[in-house]
Protein backbone atom coordinates (compact mmCIF):
# COMPACT_ATOMS: atom_id res chain seq x y z
CA UNK A 1 0.00 0.00 0.00
CA UNK A 2 1.57 3.28 -0.79
CA UNK A 3 0.43 6.61 0.82
CA UNK A 4 0.68 9.91 -0.35
CA UNK A 5 1.86 13.27 1.85
CA UNK A 6 -0.57 15.45 1.63
CA UNK A 7 0.59 18.94 1.34
CA UNK A 8 -1.26 22.04 3.11
CA UNK A 9 -2.18 24.45 0.27
CA UNK A 10 -0.55 27.50 -0.85
CA UNK A 11 -1.37 30.51 1.30
CA UNK A 12 -3.42 33.03 -0.89
CA UNK A 13 -1.17 35.68 -1.35
CA UNK A 14 -4.00 38.40 -0.72
CA UNK A 15 -4.94 36.77 2.32
CA UNK A 16 -3.60 39.87 4.58
CA UNK A 17 -3.90 40.28 8.03
CA UNK A 18 -6.46 42.87 9.91
CA UNK A 19 -4.37 46.19 10.97
CA UNK A 20 -7.13 48.26 11.57
CA UNK A 21 -5.78 48.26 15.32
CA UNK A 22 -2.22 49.38 14.54
CA UNK A 23 -1.19 52.97 15.37
CA UNK A 24 0.89 54.17 12.94
CA UNK A 25 3.40 56.98 12.70
CA UNK A 26 4.68 58.83 9.98
CA UNK A 27 8.33 60.59 10.38
CA UNK A 28 8.36 63.58 8.18
CA UNK A 29 4.71 63.71 8.15
CA UNK A 30 4.06 67.65 7.85
CA UNK A 31 6.05 67.63 4.33
CA UNK A 32 3.55 66.72 1.11
CA UNK A 33 4.01 62.89 0.60
CA UNK A 34 3.87 62.39 5.05
CA UNK A 35 0.82 64.39 5.48
CA UNK A 36 -1.14 62.92 2.44
CA UNK A 37 0.36 58.99 3.56
CA UNK A 38 -1.29 60.19 6.92
CA UNK A 39 -4.59 61.72 5.98
CA UNK A 40 -5.39 58.50 3.84
CA UNK A 41 -4.88 56.70 6.50
CA UNK A 42 -6.41 58.21 8.90
CA UNK A 43 -9.88 58.61 6.64
CA UNK A 44 -9.71 54.98 6.19
CA UNK A 45 -10.18 54.67 10.02
CA UNK A 46 -6.05 54.21 10.97
CA UNK A 47 -4.43 55.85 14.01
CA UNK A 48 -2.03 57.80 12.76
CA UNK A 49 0.87 59.74 14.39
CA UNK A 50 2.65 62.67 12.84
CA UNK A 51 6.20 63.16 13.79
CA UNK A 52 8.64 66.61 12.95
CA UNK A 53 11.82 67.67 14.46
CA UNK A 54 9.48 70.49 16.11
CA UNK A 55 6.22 69.40 17.61
CA UNK A 56 4.65 72.32 17.46
CA UNK A 57 4.50 72.15 13.98
CA UNK A 58 3.59 68.33 13.72
CA UNK A 59 0.87 69.52 16.01
CA UNK A 60 -0.58 72.01 13.80
CA UNK A 61 -0.18 70.21 10.75
CA UNK A 62 -2.12 67.49 12.62
CA UNK A 63 -5.10 69.57 13.36
CA UNK A 64 -5.38 70.89 9.68
CA UNK A 65 -5.47 66.52 8.51
CA UNK A 66 -8.10 66.28 11.02
CA UNK A 67 -9.26 62.53 10.99
CA UNK A 68 -7.72 62.00 14.87
CA UNK A 69 -4.51 62.57 13.67
CA UNK A 70 -1.98 63.64 16.16
CA UNK A 71 0.94 65.56 16.06
CA UNK A 72 4.43 65.51 18.32
CA UNK A 73 8.23 65.50 17.62
CA UNK A 74 9.59 62.58 15.72
CA UNK A 75 11.22 60.45 18.65
CA UNK A 76 7.70 60.65 20.32
CA UNK A 77 5.78 59.23 16.93
CA UNK A 78 8.62 56.27 17.24
CA UNK A 79 7.89 55.65 20.60
CA UNK A 80 4.10 55.36 20.35
CA UNK A 81 3.24 53.84 16.49
CA UNK A 82 3.48 49.98 16.13
CA UNK A 83 4.48 50.74 12.27
CA UNK A 84 6.10 54.12 11.17
CA UNK A 85 6.69 55.26 7.67
CA UNK A 86 9.86 57.24 7.11
CA UNK A 87 8.54 59.95 4.82
CA UNK A 88 11.76 62.36 5.62
CA UNK A 89 13.88 64.02 2.48
CA UNK A 90 16.62 61.99 1.30
CA UNK A 91 19.08 64.74 2.36
CA UNK A 92 18.28 63.88 5.82
CA UNK A 93 17.52 60.21 5.71
CA UNK A 94 20.80 58.90 7.50
CA UNK A 95 20.61 61.42 9.78
CA UNK A 96 16.87 61.47 11.09
CA UNK A 97 17.08 57.53 11.51
CA UNK A 98 20.71 57.17 13.37
CA UNK A 99 18.96 59.56 16.22
CA UNK A 100 16.07 57.18 16.52
CA UNK A 101 17.53 53.95 16.59
CA UNK A 102 16.90 53.41 19.99
CA UNK A 103 13.37 54.40 19.74
CA UNK A 104 12.42 51.92 16.41
CA UNK A 105 14.24 49.11 18.14
CA UNK A 106 11.50 46.69 17.44
CA UNK A 107 9.03 48.85 15.24
CA UNK A 108 8.21 47.72 11.68
CA UNK A 109 9.69 50.83 9.78
CA UNK A 110 8.54 51.87 6.18
CA UNK A 111 11.05 53.38 4.27
CA UNK A 112 9.44 55.49 1.16
CA UNK A 113 11.98 57.55 0.38
CA UNK A 114 13.29 58.47 -2.98
CA UNK A 115 17.08 59.45 -3.64
CA UNK A 116 16.69 61.66 -6.80
CA UNK A 117 19.35 64.40 -7.81
CA UNK A 118 17.80 66.86 -10.12
CA UNK A 119 19.62 69.24 -13.24
CA UNK A 120 18.52 70.96 -15.95
CA UNK A 121 17.51 67.66 -17.81
CA UNK A 122 15.03 67.12 -14.66
CA UNK A 123 14.89 64.19 -12.09
CA UNK A 124 17.40 61.44 -11.63
CA UNK A 125 17.83 58.49 -9.60
CA UNK A 126 21.46 58.75 -7.20
CA UNK A 127 22.35 55.43 -5.75
CA UNK A 128 23.41 55.17 -1.75
CA UNK A 129 26.03 53.32 -1.04
CA UNK A 130 24.17 50.76 0.53
CA UNK A 131 22.52 50.31 -2.47
CA UNK A 132 18.99 52.27 -2.04
CA UNK A 133 17.43 54.17 1.07
CA UNK A 134 15.95 51.01 2.27
CA UNK A 135 18.67 48.98 2.70
CA UNK A 136 20.46 52.23 4.30
CA UNK A 137 17.86 52.16 6.54
CA UNK A 138 18.04 48.35 7.66
CA UNK A 139 22.23 49.15 8.02
CA UNK A 140 21.25 52.25 10.34
CA UNK A 141 18.69 50.18 12.70
CA UNK A 142 19.51 46.57 12.96
CA UNK A 143 17.10 46.03 15.35
CA UNK A 144 14.05 47.29 13.71
CA UNK A 145 12.53 45.16 10.65
CA UNK A 146 12.49 47.12 7.76
CA UNK A 147 10.39 47.26 5.07
CA UNK A 148 10.03 49.57 1.61
CA UNK A 149 6.62 51.17 0.29
CA UNK A 150 4.60 53.75 -0.51
CA UNK A 151 7.41 55.31 -3.16
CA UNK A 152 5.07 56.39 -5.80
CA UNK A 153 2.35 58.11 -5.28
CA UNK A 154 1.17 61.28 -6.39
CA UNK A 155 1.30 63.84 -2.86
CA UNK A 156 -0.68 65.88 -5.18
CA UNK A 157 -3.29 63.57 -5.46
CA UNK A 158 -2.94 62.31 -1.76
CA UNK A 159 -4.14 65.46 -0.36
CA UNK A 160 -6.49 65.60 -2.70
CA UNK A 161 -10.25 65.83 -0.29
CA UNK A 162 -11.91 65.55 -3.25
CA UNK A 163 -10.58 62.31 -4.30
CA UNK A 164 -12.42 59.47 -2.86
CA UNK A 165 -10.09 56.89 -4.47
CA UNK A 166 -6.52 56.80 -5.80
CA UNK A 167 -5.77 54.25 -8.36
CA UNK A 168 -2.94 52.57 -8.11
CA UNK A 169 -0.70 49.59 -7.02
CA UNK A 170 1.72 50.13 -3.62
CA UNK A 171 5.02 48.04 -4.35
CA UNK A 172 6.21 46.39 -0.86
CA UNK A 173 9.76 44.82 -0.28
CA UNK A 174 11.05 43.43 2.61
CA UNK A 175 12.68 40.46 3.81
CA UNK A 176 9.57 38.97 6.29
CA UNK A 177 6.35 37.71 4.43
CA UNK A 178 4.66 38.85 7.29
CA UNK A 179 6.25 42.16 7.99
CA UNK A 180 5.78 42.60 4.05
CA UNK A 181 2.06 41.22 4.46
CA UNK A 182 1.43 44.34 7.21
CA UNK A 183 2.27 47.02 5.02
CA UNK A 184 0.23 45.48 1.66
CA UNK A 185 -2.83 45.31 4.19
CA UNK A 186 -2.55 49.11 4.95
CA UNK A 187 -1.64 49.70 1.71
CA UNK A 188 -4.79 48.35 1.14
CA UNK A 189 -6.98 50.84 3.84
CA UNK A 190 -6.65 53.59 1.07
CA UNK A 191 -9.46 53.37 -1.54
CA UNK A 192 -8.07 52.38 -4.74
CA UNK A 193 -5.05 51.04 -3.89
CA UNK A 194 -3.37 47.53 -3.42
CA UNK A 195 -0.23 46.54 -1.86
CA UNK A 196 2.11 43.87 -4.21
CA UNK A 197 4.87 42.28 -2.92
CA UNK A 198 7.53 43.08 -5.19
CA UNK A 199 10.82 41.45 -3.66
CA UNK A 200 13.26 41.55 -0.62
CA UNK A 201 14.99 44.79 0.11
CA UNK A 202 18.12 44.12 -2.54
CA UNK A 203 15.57 45.05 -5.01
CA UNK A 204 14.59 48.46 -3.53
CA UNK A 205 16.66 50.47 -5.72
CA UNK A 206 14.93 49.78 -9.19
CA UNK A 207 11.42 51.00 -7.06
CA UNK A 208 12.86 53.78 -5.50
CA UNK A 209 14.66 55.07 -8.94
CA UNK A 210 11.42 54.36 -11.20
CA UNK A 211 10.26 57.92 -9.19
CA UNK A 212 12.39 59.78 -11.35
CA UNK A 213 10.45 58.20 -14.58
CA UNK A 214 7.17 58.52 -12.93
CA UNK A 215 8.75 62.92 -12.90
CA UNK A 216 9.45 63.01 -16.59
CA UNK A 217 6.22 61.04 -17.06
CA UNK A 218 3.95 63.87 -15.22
CA UNK A 219 6.27 66.61 -16.57
CA UNK A 220 5.23 65.61 -20.33
CA UNK A 221 1.83 64.55 -19.91
CA UNK A 222 0.54 66.81 -16.86
CA UNK A 223 -0.44 64.30 -15.20
CA UNK A 224 -0.35 62.32 -11.48
CA UNK A 225 1.14 58.88 -12.64
CA UNK A 226 1.09 56.09 -10.50
CA UNK A 227 1.66 52.25 -11.33
CA UNK A 228 -0.96 49.35 -11.91
CA UNK A 229 0.64 45.61 -11.78
CA UNK A 230 -1.51 43.63 -14.43
CA UNK A 231 -2.14 39.74 -14.45
CA UNK A 232 -2.63 39.27 -10.54
Same mark, same amino acid.
Given at each position: +????? !????????????????? #???????????? @????????????? #? *???? &???????????????? #???????? #?? @??????? =??????????? *???????????????? =??????????????????? !????????????? @????????????? *????????????? +??????????????? *??????? +??????? @?? &??????????????? =??? &??? $?? $???? =????
Amino acid at each position: +MTTTD !SKPAPKDPWDLPDVSGL #VVGVLGGTGDQG @RGLAYRLAKAGQR #V *LIGS &RAADRARDVAAEIGHG #VEGADNAE #VA @RRSDVVI =VAVPWDGHAKT *LESLREELVGKLVVDC =VNPLGFDKKGAYALKPEEG !SAAEQAAALLPDS @RVTAAFHHLSAVL *LQDTSLEEIDTDV +MVLGEERADVEIVQA *LAGRIAG +MRGVFAG @RL &RNAHQVESLVANLIS =VNR &RYK $AH $AGLR =VTDI
